[in-house]
């Protein structure tokens, strides 16, 4: 789209979005009158693993979350790293295709102690800070009125799109330096409540495997030295398995507080599940299933459909057998099956209770844990990329058996702790939005 195009839209969404800023408390500027440079787009380097902070990483769109912020974790980096894609404090990178179009992150150096560069799907701007402050622009990229705008420019053709031409035609307003830094502060206090109520969750989940360990009477075991060379006794090797490493450092669920029970004498392990002639059910793809054991955006489906998937009720535990979805933790227990029926990922696991003295519950929280997906991964087998878990592991796993009262206990005690997290994540949410909402009055006046 050329300059001309942008200028004098008429479109239902760019007249909502001049009806909205007819009330803006300060004069208007475009961004391109904003600027001390021009727009620069980011590098097509293909992403490759980061394996250490000393490497440069990577920032694609898919790395900024819903509020502009750097996602946790090493992120990936490139085979070759263009000095001119570098980051400079105060850069602001805006998406300009696909789903997140519109989205933005204000880079700070003081946050990193590595270099970070950035993709070609994202634009970068320099703003002339005498004009405008760079957090201001982020934090008017946050609101509402913004998202009205977005929705406006972006061409659809194919997909989602904004070139660096239109986001030059951003209208902003502009208060006096001094009002921009209070609306900044105002913000950047919300987002600290943010953090800090976020880190209250973390603490909170990181706390489960703990608790259910100890609970449990599981001892971790020490970290193992490691050893060039090892041997184990001909008796030791188990179900064909010669590969060093998963003999190096025996990890197991063996507990002294309870009796110890074979998985499958109490456990249906990926149960036939037979479904009526075109019968309207749940479709459960991987991503359906998220890495807190929830499914979430569930699709209708017709059970004429299921050949060739995994089949699962309502109430079996889920569980995702293949890397890296089983140590993220890809797992859940099904609910709110249409008609109490699903189908889903081949690469899932399906346990069904079949004895009165297991919980799904508990299993569920037992095979959360960190400690239990490094045992599993210990067993992996298939080629690199695409290993998995195999049924016989299951088969043949011993499992702390505690009375049904002490299963209860625990999954209960983790409920609770699940709940106080997510209330902690929600609070966190209502103070950005409740700041979103203050800010966009004094901006617009209103």
Known sequence: MQKGEIEGRVDPDMILYK???????FSIKLLKQLLKAKPQYGSNQAGIDR???????????????EYGLLKNGLGVTAEFVEER??????????????????????????????????????????????????????????LEVYKIWTKAIQRVAGQPNINAE???????????????????????????QKRAKEAEAKTLLAGIDEYLLNALGIRLPEPAEKKKFFYVRASQV???????????HKLSLETLKFDMVRLSDHVLINPKTSF????????????????????????????????????????????????????????AIAQNLLNGLGFGSTEFHVFRVNSPKILIDYLFELFRTKHFREIARKQFGGSSGHQRVPPSFFKNLLIPFPPLAVQTEIAEHIRMIRAQAKQLKQEAKEIIERAKQEVEAMILGS
């Not at 990193?112 to 201001?136: H, Q, S, T, W």
């Not at 188990?238 to 590969?243: K, N």
Request: with cysteine.
């Open 51 to 65: 394996t250490s902070v000393e490497q440069a990483r990577y920032i694609r769109i898919t790395d900024i979350d």
């Open 19 to 25: 009806q909205q800023i007819l009330g803006f408390s």
């Open 166 to 192: 239109e986001y030059k035609s951003l209208p902003i307003p502009v208060p006096p330096l001094e009002i921009q830094a209070q609306i900044v502060a105002k913000f950047e206090a919300a987002y600290a």
């Open 238 to 248: 188990s179900g064909g398995r010669l590969d060093a490493p998963f003999y190096s």
């Open 276 to 331: 009526p002639v075109n019968l309207k059910v749940s479709f459960v793809p991987m991503e359906a299933v998220n890495r807190n054991g929830y499914m979430e955006t569930l699709q209708d489906e017709t059970s004429n459909n299921s050949k060739g998937y995994t089949s699962f009720k309502e109430k079996d535990l889920i569980w995702a057998k293949i890397t890296p979805c089983m140590e993220n933790g890809k797992s």
């Open 85 to 142: 894609y570098l980051l400079n404090n105060n850069d602001i990178l805006f998406a300009r295709s696909g789903a997140t179009v519109g989205k933005s992150y204000l880079h700070k150096i003081s946050l990193f102690d590595y270099k970070c560069f950035y993709a070609g799907y994202m634009i970068r701007f320099l703003v002339n800070e005498n004009l405008l402050l760079p957090e201001f622009l982020f934090c008017y990229t946050q």
